[in-house]
């Protein structure tokens, strides 16, 4: 089953159910598993095809880890290293710009 074809099921589960498919749905769906790019395709082909389409989806999904339940302790985790990578990337982007700057003649003006 193509990466693809998960989130078209995860989808279809999830409408199934209910409820509105949406990124982070099929994302808790499918155990984080499926690249951002790949999840945003599979979305946006579910909701472009016809309801009989939809209808010959298959819903048989290879089994996914349990989803890490959400404590205060483990979003404070996260959110640290979410931190630490925004402040690598400042950090990388800061040397980049003067990089740059150092490559770019001055204008007297």
Do not use: C, W, Y
């Not at 339940?69 to 990578?85: K, S, V, Y």
């Not at 402040?87 to 740059?100: A, F």
């Amino acid at each position: 089953m193509s990466l693809i074809d998960k989130v078209l099921a995860a989808a279809k589960s999830i409408a199934d159910e209910g409820k509105q498919p949406s990124l982070a749905l099929i994302k808790a769906r499918t155990a984080n598993k499926i690249p951002m790019p790949i999840l945003i395709q599979g979305l946006q082909t579910f909701r472009s095809l016809p309801e009989a389409e939809r209808a010959k989806i298959t819903l048989s999904v290879e089994p996914t880890e349990p989803t890490q339940e959400l404590t205060l302790e483990n979003l404070a985790e996260r959110l640290a290293i979410l931190e630490q990578q925004v402040k690598h990337l400042q950090d990388k982007n800061q040397h980049l710009e003067q990089q740059i700057d150092s490559l770019t003649p001055e204008e007297n003006g």
